[in-house]
């Protein structure tokens, strides 16, 4: 939180007005002053982080292709489905979005989507920490045993578990290992607040796109929110 107001990441970059995962969205949200761009990493066949929410990418000539099954080169190919702009897109690189975070002096809210072996994930943070800085990266998972083998390959990179309404075995479990949390708007509540700042650590809040309710959030005292306007 910046002078008592949380900071605003965009949720797979501007994703409200621009393809989600793009570069193109990712630099448009450091044009509209977001603090941060949020995204999904998955691994290509040949080894290479790129940024995708879902198994498959979708192309505009209506084709698609799982991440894993195809190189980096397949999958470039051709431009993605864009249904948000007149603009010509293609995959983006895990790469590509750290240089545009250091461009633009952003943080970046990084999941980890499908399976990552521990080789894979020393990969993608070693690139972080040579691209940009480990330390304005913040690795979020639901899965909390790859938060922690995380931590024991980067002691000093910032964690958050993700969280949602029906989580059933809480957050307690953050404060043992200093692990921040990303809680689904409806989940969060002041006594959550409160309860992960005496221990030193943050909360953010996903995905909000209404100004009250950001006003709603920033009066509890969240730390950080996510969405896709960048309002």
């Not at 107001?5 to 989600?20: E, L, N, T």
């Not at 995204?39 to 995708?52: H, K, P, Y």
């Not at 980890?112 to 020393?122: A, C, N, V, Y």
């Amino acid at each position: 939180m910046t002078n008592n107001r949380p900071v605003i990441i965009a949720h797979r970059g501007y994703s409200a007005k621009y393809p989600d995962n793009t570069a193109l969205a990712f630099r448009m949200a450091g044009e509209a002053h977001a603090g941060g761009a949020e995204t999904d990493v998955r691994m290509t066949a040949d080894g290479v982080a790129i940024l995708n929410h879902n198994d498959d990418v979708d192309f505009a000539d209506g084709t698609s292709l799982p991440v894993e099954g195809h190189t980096l080169e397949e999958l470039r190919a051709k431009p993605l489905l864009n249904d948000e702009s007149d603009d010509t897109v293609y995959l983006c690189t895990f790469r590509e979005y750290l240089e545009i975070l250091k461009a633009y002096g952003m943080i970046g809210f990084i999941e980890l989507k499908g399976h990552f072996t521990t080789e894979q994930i020393r990969d993608v943070f070693r690139l972080a920490e040579e691209v940009y800085d480990l330390k304005k990266c913040i690795l979020q998972s639901f899965d909390f045993e790859n938060l922690l083998r995380t931590r024991a390959l980067f002691p000093d990179l910032p964690i958050m578990l993700t969280y949602g309404d029906d989580e059933p075995e809480g957050y307690a479990r953050c404060f043992a290992h200093g692990i921040s949390l990303d809680a689904c708007k409806t989940a969060v509540t002041p006594e959550m607040i409160v309860d992960f700042h005496a221990h030193g650590l943050e909360v953010g809040a996903w995905t909000v796109n209404d100004r009250d309710e950001m006003a709603r959030l920033a009066a509890m005292g969240v730390d950080y929110i996510e969405t896709d306007a960048c309002l």
